[in-house]
């Protein structure tokens, strides 16, 4: 199965759960090799359990019901300008999505329903500043680790800092720990695992009330901050990739160090600023 051919006809339903036992080995089988598929599905699984929320219920007022649209025609102006760095399918998935909210809006779907599912249209499609206009590799990577993790993280470098560390200085690795105490982060563990390439790389995660980060190590091989950051804070570069704040830094070494989160940019940035490598 290639990307055309599950996007067009099996993503819509592998969210809504309506594959059949055929058809779900089937996509499964593709997002297991295929990055950018797995980050359209989770974008088009996070806009339908926003719709799914409660809300009260209560048809849309004009006012309000105009607002909304109008802030959809201001997103499709912006993306007019962008559409030399935007990939056909992509914008014919994101097309799709906005003709639906403006049904649904016109529809009277209830007023917080709809105010959220425009907020969440904006957030992964744009709404949070710059992002890459090309695929990042590594952070390809790191993202997908994370989406894995949030299901199940089996750590195989230890669960304590003195123990990652030196599980990571023996694959010759950075061996110091983030340290997201002081950010209400506690530490669930390392991996070490191999990239496709061979090299080592090392996985360290965090949980908190408020969510949870990814701290990936890996080789940078000339790798260089790809543009669209949107700030840069002592050494590390901000950016909104994908749906996902994203914090890349270069340890001592020749390795680069890439934190993930779902948090807010502002809300990632400060947990960063109140956190520190140890």
């Not at 779900?24 to 295929?34: D, I, N, P, T």
Request: aromatic share 8%; charged share 25%.
């Amino acid at each position: 199965m290639d990307c055309g051919t599950y996007i067009e006809k099996y993503l819509s339903a592998h969210v809504d759960g309506e594959l059949s036992a055929d058809e779900l080995r089937e996509a499964e089988q593709h997002l297991a090799g295929c990055v950018n598929c797995r980050a359209r599905f989770a974008e088009e699984r996070a806009v339908k359990a926003l719709l799914r929320e409660r809300a009260e219920m209560r048809r849309t007022p004009p006012m309000v019901r105009g607002s909304i649209l109008a802030a959809l025609d201001a997103i499709d102006s912006s993306d007019a300008s962008a559409e030399s760095v935007r990939r056909t399918d992509r914008a014919a998935i994101v097309g799709r999505g906005r003709r639906s909210m403006r049904r649904a809006v016109l529809a009277g779907v209830p007023v917080a329903i709809a105010a959220v599912a425009v907020f969440a249209f904006v957030l992964l499609h744009g709404g949070s500043g710059p992002t890459p206009a090309h695929a990042v590799p590594p952070f390809d990577i790191a993202i997908d680790r994370y989406q894995h993790f949030l299901e199940r993280f089996d750590p195989n470098a230890g669960t304590s800092p003195a123990e990652l560390s030196d599980a990571y200085l023996d694959h010759q690795l950075p061996g110091f720990v983030w340290n997201f105490q002081r950010a209400g982060y506690k530490l669930k563990g390392g991996r070490v695992d191999r990239l496709a390439s061979g090299e080592s790389v090392a996985y360290t995660f965090y949980q908190g009330p408020a969510g949870s980060v990814l701290c990936t190590f890996m080789k940078a091989h000339g790798f260089q901050a790809p543009e669209g950051e949107i700030q840069e804070l002592n050494g590390h570069h901000c950016y909104r990739y994908k749906g996902y704040s994203i914090c890349l830094s270069y340890p001592p070494g020749g390795f680069i160090c890439i934190l993930v989160s779902q948090r807010a940019m502002k809300d990632f940035m400060q947990d960063v600023a109140d956190s520190e490598p140890g």
